[in-house]
């Protein structure tokens, strides 16, 4: 018979290490007690795990989650889910927007949650008029670069859906320095809030045009429509200081831009995209096909 539990302790560590699922890493202690009792004890967290993805088209109250290592959807009762948008989520906490405006925090697993500033107090909101059907919010458009600002009414499911793109985390909310920052309006503006603020401040009205935005290694990045890479020091006095890290990339036309953050540094990914147009009943429709992918991964110097 072969003896398992005479495996030497250092292949044995090589073997824990080269597992990527958490659940494999359990599995491989209840082997026999002598492993259990070798290996180092189990972090109360998941770490090295890749994050659930939250499917979109949730039924009734219910939320699904895609694992994409076990190739599972796993679904969570949430009663939020109804007509609420979800804006993102990081730390294992989704980010909850509703129509009349409210933001907050939702922990999926433990229900807890932690408010933001509304939507109402963001910095192109001129005024908000709940009563005002159909015109709930007077938004102040900044404008593209050299292009003079203007107001526009817009609808509250349309703030909500278009005008609210992404919301990430600094650091878990259950910390008392963490920062949510926003990447809002029509040009891709920047606000920012922490603990126990009122309202979202913003971080520069000279940097538009923002498609993505990323908290790696403590930093706050920014990636332009453009590919330029920024930094931004939020906690730099008397204001939120932005500084170029990489220039643009000048054979980037079209596609969306996206930032992703791995243990080998940070990339900059871009999806190339076809759009067909047709017409159907006097109707003009677009559909997108995503052809390829585009990796670049940013080198210090």
Not at 76 to 100: I, M
Request: hydrophobic letters at 40%; glycine letters at 6%.
């Amino acid at each position: 018979m072969n003896q398992w539990s005479l495996l030497p302790i250092e292949l044995l560590n090589l073997i824990e290490e080269s597992l990527d699922l958490y659940h494999d890493k359990v599995r491989l202690r209840c082997i026999c007690s002598s492993w259990r009792s070798c290996l180092l004890k189990m972090p109360n967290h998941k770490q090295h795990q890749l994050p659930w993805l939250l499917l979109p088209h949730s039924v009734g109250t219910s939320c699904a989650f895609f694992d994409s290592l076990e190739k599972k959807v796993h679904k969570v009762e949430l009663p939020e889910a109804g007509e609420k948008v979800f804006k993102g989520s990081a730390y294992g906490w989704v980010v909850v927007a509703e129509k009349s405006g409210a933001i907050f925090l939702l922990n999926p697993l433990t229900r807890n949650k932690i408010k933001l500033p509304p939507r109402s107090k963001f910095p192109d909101v001129r005024k908000y008029r709940a009563d005002k059907v159909g015109y709930e919010y007077l938004i102040w458009i900044y404008g593209a670069v050299l292009a003079p600002g203007r107001y526009q009414s817009h609808d509250a499911t349309h703030v909500l859906n278009h005008l609210l793109r992404k919301v990430i985390l600094s650091s878990s909310p259950t910390s008392m320095d963490f920062v949510a920052v926003a990447l809002y309006g029509e040009y891709g503006h920047l606000a920012y809030c922490k603990r126990g603020d009122k309202k979202w401040s913003l971080i520069d009205n000279k940097f538009p045009t923002c498609d993505d935005i990323i908290f790696h290694e403590g930093q706050l990045y920014a990636l332009k429509c453009n590919g330029q890479l920024m930094v931004c020091e939020i906690d730099s006095c008397p204001k939120p200081i932005v500084t170029e890290v990489a220039p643009a990339y000048p054979r980037i036309q079209g596609g969306d831009m996206y930032l992703v953050g791995s243990s080998s540094g940070l990339m900059m990914v871009r999806r190339c995209i076809h759009v067909d147009r047709c017409s159907i009943s006097n109707k003009e429709i677009y559909t997108s096909k995503t052809l390829s992918f585009m990796i670049f991964k940013l080198e210090w110097k």
